[in-house]
């Protein structure tokens, strides 16, 4: 069945990077985009990034410039590199399957993994 | 970017209907379809699609959930409300870059 789970630190500092991993099971990264969505702790949910099934990548134009996802696809893993981190970077952060047969949406999601920035 | 606004609560009786509204600032509209997606998230869990292209039923829902709407304006529908509603309802559009309403609570009066 289809599977998605987040790894990664737990705990970062400030000004560091993040450096979180996707891996997935169940379906293959060149059929799938990979979508990272984020949400901090009491707040709504924010998309911050997708890797397409051919490699490319876009990305939320506020995380632009400190974001980047890439992939292994022998290993089915999607990992997300995150720079200059803040506070207001703490989140549990998801990754998603985005389905784009029928519309584009995020059929199956990872469990989370929350991630604090804190020194 | 499609900015998404929804009311931040909405508090229903049990066995009624709650209708929760998510308007966008641009037509997500496309040959058709309207792009536009419900989720549900309970605490401390992820969230989990409801609904697709505005009135499709993800696999597995109940009928009593279901979608309507196009263009910038759109519902969720829940009839008849069960305690195990209670939650935050999502919209999220994928005309352009994926983004998300605030979310609206779903309370028991």
């Known amino acids: 069945q289809v599977q998605l789970k987040e790894s990664g630190p737990g705990l970062v500092q400030p000004s560091q990077t993040l450096s979180l991993t996707c891996t997935v099971s169940?379906?293959?990264?060149?059929?799938?985009?990979v979508s990272w969505v984020r949400q901090p702790p009491g707040k709504g949910l924010e998309w911050m990034g997708v890797?397409?099934?051919?490699?490319?990548?876009a990305y939320n134009s506020l995380l632009k410039s400190r974001l980047s996802i890439s992939r292994d696809i022998s290993k089915s893993q999607v990992f997300l590199k995150m720079n200059s981190l803040q506070t207001e970077d703490t989140a549990t952060y998801y990754c998603?399957?985005?389905?784009?047969?029928?519309?584009?949406?995020?059929?199956?999601w990872g469990q989370g993994v929350m991630v604090t920035v804190s020194s | 970017d499609i900015v998404l606004t929804q009311s931040p609560a909405l508090a229903v009786s049990l066995g009624q209907r709650a209708t929760i509204s998510c308007k966008t600032n641009?037509?997500?509209?496309?040959?058709?379809?309207?792009?536009m997606h419900w989720y549900q998230q309970k605490p401390g869990q992820q969230p989990k699609l409801l609904i697709y292209l505005a009135s499709n039923l993800a696999s597995g829902i109940p009928a009593r959930f279901s979608g309507r709407g196009s263009g910038t304006d759109f519902t969720l529908t829940i009839d008849p409300v069960e305690a195990d509603d209670t939650a935050t309802y999502y919209c999220q559009q994928s005309r352009n870059l994926p983004t998300f309403g605030g979310g609206t609570k779903l309370e028991l009066k």
């Open positions: 890797i397409w099934t051919g490699g490319s990548t």
């Open positions: 169940g379906f293959s990264l060149t059929s799938y985009h």
């Open positions: 998603a399957r985005d389905e784009t047969t029928e519309g584009d949406y995020f059929d199956y």
């Open positions: 641009q037509n997500v509209d496309y040959y058709g379809n309207s792009y």
